[in-house]
């Protein structure tokens, strides 16, 4: 069975850090880009960050960039958020989720629509 | 940035009858050199995380009912539910992967009536 699992968050003060991780299971890992998308309460989904299935390739949004900081390890079947410099508008559900893939012709593409999701980790920002 | 704009926010329907959702983004999310529109439909219920639905703007998922398809093309984009179940009240999302940063509409909550 596919799964991926949060862990990491919690409660801190503004100006903290915290480091999140998403444990992969049940497929290839390593072929998978994998993002991370947070959700305020009572709010869409915000896409925050991406990595390639080699770690080469990695995209923010603009609320993430100089803050936050993705990363994997392919031999744990992990992915992690550092987020770093929190501010109360970080305060959401932190979901993992794995990356649309389409093999053709041996060459692998990524598309970013979001296949599999965790269950999430919240992020609480305050003093 | 690709903004997203759902329509209506909420929606009640009788069960077994159609919902229809709809999507705009404010630039084309159709891409010309593969003919294929970026967007992304979820389901969402309370207390889990969203699900993938459709994607390719028209393409099911794996396991998602027949009942479920999307339609539209370049910024105006539908959902539409037949015969509703139940067990499809629920937050509906659309989203763009066509630029970064890659974008969700704010959401049509789906109740029956």
């Known amino acids: 069975e596919v799964q991926l699992l949060e862990s990491g968050g919690g409660l801190v003060q503004p100006g903290g850090s915290l480091r999140l991780s998403c444990a992969a299971s049940?497929?290839?890992?390593?072929?998978?880009?994998m993002s991370w998308v947070r959700q305020a309460p009572g709010k869409g989904p915000e896409w925050v960050s991406s990595?390639?299935?080699?770690?080469?390739?990695?995209r923010y949004a603009d609320s993430a960039r100089g803050r936050f900081t993705i990363s994997r390890d392919n031999s744990k079947n992990t992915v992690f958020l550092q987020v770093s410099n929190l501010r109360a508008d970080d305060t959401a559900l932190y979901y993992c989720?794995?990356?649309?893939?389409?093999?053709?012709?041996?060459?692998?593409?990524?598309?970013?629509?979001?296949?599999?999701w965790g269950k999430g980790t919240t992020v609480t920002v305050s003093s | 940035d690709i903004v997203m704009t759902q329509s209506p926010d909420s929606l009640t329907v009788s069960l077994g009858e159609r919902a229809t959702i709809n999507c705009r983004s404010s630039?084309?999310?159709?891409?010309?050199?593969?003919?294929?529109?970026?967007l992304a439909w979820y389901q969402q219920k309370p207390g889990q995380p969203p699900k993938l639905l459709i994607y390719?703007?028209?393409t099911r998922d794996s396991g998602v009912p027949d009942r479920f398809s999307g339609s539209g093309s370049g910024t105006d984009f539908t959902l539409t539910i037949n015969n509703l179940q139940a067990e499809d009240v629920a937050v509906y999302f659309c989203?763009?992967?066509?630029?970064?940063?890659?974008?969700f509409g704010q959401g049509t909550k789906l109740e029956i009536e």
């Open positions: 989720a794995r990356v649309g893939l389409l093999v053709t012709g041996g060459a692998r593409r990524y598309y970013y629509y979001m296949d599999v």
């Open positions: 049940g497929f290839a890992f390593d072929n998978y880009a």
């Open positions: 990595v390639s299935g080699s770690g080469s390739n990695i």
């Open positions: 630039r084309t999310v159709l891409y010309s050199s593969n003919n294929k529109n970026y």
């Open positions: 390719w703007a028209s």
């Open positions: 989203q763009q992967y066509y630029d970064i940063p890659y974008s």
